[in-house]
């Protein structure tokens, strides 16, 4: 049966080509924008860590004055003072700890004659490797000793190992950042997390790149003067190099949580210190949040609006495309109407016009997705050649290459049942006595 | 051209009629908007500036000793000053769109409290003249105040301030800037001079209140300053940003040198804007493409239907114009009944996008310059099909289907 609907169905795309083209053509169109803006939307709203985001959380606390603030409104503000992030560290609540800010450094070329360049980095403490998986191609991270004694030790990225010392074990080795000499003590395996989540709120990218170049502790980076990217202040400030007692935030911090009894006791852990600050007369604020990784992602809207608008834009699309399919199959369902009404006298029941209909709805999404998915491609070509951060990352995965067919073939389905349903509907007699 | 029959005709064909209004209708709701977000991106990029945008080339140094500031950026600056073609030179913090923002709240009294976030630019000696800033009111820096001017914790230790037109409207309404104190905290500079607004380093970061609020300090040598920017003729700045990079590469050896252009700075800083841009066109043309066809379509099927009803009209006295008149009202009607859904339709997306994006009201002229557009649209296509029908004989009519 489902193969004499097929030969119908073909024969019937055939004798119709340029309505044929035109279904495939419109479907296809609206295919491609919607896979093309989906797939960035679920790439740039993707969970950078999967295996262990759940367990990351984000403290906040609030030092700001009290001027304008609404209790339980207000949300706080996205980074730390030094001395806040440090009583949270050395309390040791959580299974791993660590403060994150942002640099960059001059590195010194190894050979003679080539210019110096920048590079990005992380100033942090010992556990930030442990606490995001990191890996390490070789030798490992700081220890806690390093972190206190500010020591000028540096965990280089992969394409950096390869740039100073062609990908060799450079662990040891030194090399010479902002003029001052550092030893590696660990090469990372590429690592680049989309988005970079550690460093939202820290100036700098959220998307796209290599990741960060160089890692090293908070304290040598302090001590050394390598001020972070980001610094925001909450009173006037009167000596700014002296980060460590300026009323300023600066460092994201991450507690590693692994269930909902820790969460909860860092929970009543961070409201007690807020709380405590503020009798001390430090804080005028009580307000506090602990998100999880991917609730901090959402809280900072890291998916552009951009991405998000042409989203919506391409679904709407899409729906206008359909629209004009269902158009389409109806002008030609109704065109048959007598050879329905002969298909209908000769015996054919009601259910089997719906199903050749449907058959032939369903041909016209398979070639529309196939269709759609050149599109796509095209899409996504288009946007890699952008300037925009994420441009590197547009790429169709296996799953969206197969949500494609799902979403043609539903698309063209649900197009086809207003024409299948006004076909089977047609009564043979009149049909029949025209002619 | 008598209507009634065309809507008789109409109520018996309802499920493609309704469908030519949604297409409309979605078309024209997608339409407005995309059109909305397009004029306003369009608008951001063209941001006036008040600088001399096409003269000016900046080439960056980062790295360099900050101890050394001293004597090395006036040797630097006397170096810059040989190249052929360079009429003004002179170091700074920072450029307008430059993304690097050092931003900060200025009052007009004490400790007063704003949500303005202000951009912060330390110009050094003749900077006012590199960067073609445009005096409106009262005077630049001179020497003396340059001398005396550092920069400590992000502020100035000098005494005086030049402030945009912006800043002065907003801060003294109604009276003139010059000879006001402008304070951070209980910190206080005189401004000596209100200039034509500059764009913010990152006006999208500050947001439109703090678009062009910028202050311009006066600042002797300092290892702060990392810009070194080079006012010329425009057809000369390609090889001006060129030798001076060259120059300050072999000057600064140990530091990284980047050149550029202020005008590719500008097109760099609106890259993603104008990809936007392109985009939404693009999308907008090709949803026009389908809808137009979609009416080529139904109208075609409509025409193949009907033509020995056509035929009879032709063979009673109907002339060919009639026949296409018909068709065209037709679709005119439909196109109506789509745009007045579809401007309700596009109404309520802005409303929508409103409260989750950046996006302000759309201005009501957009509705009815989309509803036109789409109408033009719906004419354009029914145009083929209604001219097939024109072209059925009248012995049409004697023929039985």
Request: proline share 5%; hydrophobic share 45%; with cysteine.
């Amino acid at each position: 049966m489902f193969g004499y609907y097929l030969d119908l169905a073909l024969r019937s795309l055939k004798r119709h080509k340029v309505l044929t083209l035109l279904m495939v053509l419109s479907l296809a169109l609206g295919i491609g924008a919607c896979i093309t803006t989906t797939t960035v939307l679920r790439l740039l709203s993707g969970d950078p860590l999967p295996q262990k985001s759940g367990q990351l959380f984000y403290p906040q606390v609030d030092p700001n004055a009290k001027e304008g603030y609404i209790a339980g409104q207000t949300e706080p503000p996205a980074t730390m003072t030094y001395v806040d992030a440090m009583f949270l560290l050395h309390a040791h609540r959580a299974k791993r700890q660590a403060a994150v800010a942002l640099t960059s450094g001059k590195i010194a070329p190894q050979r003679a004659n080539e210019r110096p360049f920048y590079s990005d980095g992380v100033q942090t403490t010992a556990d930030f490797f442990g606490l995001f998986d990191a890996p390490f191609e070789y030798g490992s991270g700081w220890t806690a000793a390093d972190d206190e004694g500010g020591s000028q030790v540096i965990v280089i990225a992969g394409f950096l190992n390869q740039k100073l010392f062609g990908g060799a074990n450079s662990v040891g080795k030194t090399i010479r950042m902002n003029d001052h000499d550092f030893r590696i003590v660990g090469v990372l395996k590429p690592w680049s997390p989309q988005p970079r989540f550690y460093a939202l709120d820290l100036g700098g990218h959220d998307y796209g790149g290599d990741g960060d170049a160089m890692f090293l502790p908070l304290k040598t980076a302090m001590d050394l003067k390598m001020g972070p990217q980001d610094i925001e202040c909450y009173n006037a400030v009167t000596d700014v190099d002296n980060l460590a007692a300026a009323p300023c935030m600066w460092l994201g911090v991450w507690a590693e949580l692994p269930d909902q009894a820790a969460v909860a006791d860092y929970r009543t852990f961070l409201a007690n210190y807020a709380k405590q600050q503020v009798a001390q007369g430090r804080f005028s604020r009580d307000e506090t949040a602990l998100l999880d990784l991917m609730g901090w992602l959402r809280d900072q809207q890291v998916v552009p609006d951009d991405v998000r608008l042409q989203a919506g834009l391409a679904y709407g699309f899409l729906l206008i495309c359909v629209l004009n399919t269902v158009g389409l199959l109806l002008a030609k369902c109704l065109r048959r109407s007598r050879e329905i009404g002969v298909r209908r006298a000769l015996g054919a029941t009601r259910g089997a016009i719906f199903g050749q209909f449907m058959v032939e709805a369903g041909i016209v999404g398979l070639v529309g997705g196939v269709l759609g998915l050149c599109f796509a491609e095209l899409g996504l070509f288009g946007i890699r050649h952008q300037p925009a951060e994420y441009a590197s990352l547009a790429h169709l995965d296996l799953s969206m290459f197969l949500f494609t067919f799902v979403v043609a073939v539903m698309a063209s389905l649900v197009a086809g049942l207003l024409p299948a349903w006004r076909a089977c509907a047609v009564a043979p007699a009149p049909q029949l006595k025209a002619s | 051209m008598e209507i009634r029959p065309i809507l008789t005709s109409l109520r018996k064909h309802r499920i493609p009629a309704a469908l030519i209004v949604l297409e409309i209708a979605l078309a024209c709701a997608v339409l407005c908007n995309a059109v909305f977000m397009i004029g306003q991106r369009v608008a951001d990029i063209h941001w006036p500036n008040a600088i001399d945008e096409q003269g000016i080339s900046v080439v960056t140094v980062n790295g360099a000793d900050p101890k050394l500031a001293v004597s090395d950026i006036p040797r630097n600056l006397v170096a810059l000053r040989g190249i052929a073609g360079a009429t003004a030179v002179a170091a700074a913090t920072s450029m307008p769109l430059d993304h690097n923002g050092a931003l900060s709240d200025f009052t007009a009294t004490p400790n007063g409290k704003t949500t303005v976030n202000t951009s912060i630019y330390f110009l050094g000696s003749g900077g006012e003249q590199a960067l073609g800033l445009h005096l409106l009111e009262g005077r630049f820096f001179n020497a003396e105040e340059y001398a005396d001017s550092g920069s400590k914790d992000f502020n100035s230790t000098g005494h005086v301030v030049l402030i945009t037109q912006s800043d002065a409207q907003r801060l003294w309404p109604g009276q003139s800037a010059l000879g006001k104190t402008l304070y951070t905290n209980d910190t206080g500079w005189t401004v000596i001079g209100v200039v034509a607004d500059v764009l913010a380093q990152d006006p999208r970061f500050s947001g439109p209140g703090g678009r062009y609020s910028s202050v311009f300090f006066p600042l002797h040598p300092d290892g702060v300053m990392g810009d070194y920017v080079l006012r010329s003729a425009p057809q000369d700045r390609a090889r001006v940003v060129r030798e001076a990079a060259q120059l300050l590469g072999k000057l600064e050896s140990g530091a990284v040198v980047d050149g550029t252009t202020y005008a590719d700075m500008r097109t760099d800083y609106f890259a993603d804007t104008s990809s936007m841009v392109w985009m939404l066109v693009l999308v907008c043309v090709v949803m026009l493409a389908v809808t137009a066809f979609g009416i080529v379509g139904l109208t075609s099927f409509w025409v193949g239907q009907r033509r020995q009803q056509i035929g009879i009209r032709r063979a009673v006295g109907a002339s060919r114009g009639h026949i296409m008149q018909y068709f065209q009202t037709e679709n005119f009607l439909l196109s109506a009944a789509g745009v007045v859904l579809g401007t309700a339709l596009a109404d309520g997306i802005n409303l929508y996008l409103m409260r989750y994006y950046e996006i302000t009201r759309m201005p009501w002229y957009y509705l009815p310059v989309s509803a036109v557009a789409l109408w033009a649209i719906g004419q354009l296509a029914v145009l083929g099909p209604a001219l097939r029908a024109a072209a059925v004989p009248p012995v049409v009519a004697t023929r039985s289907a």
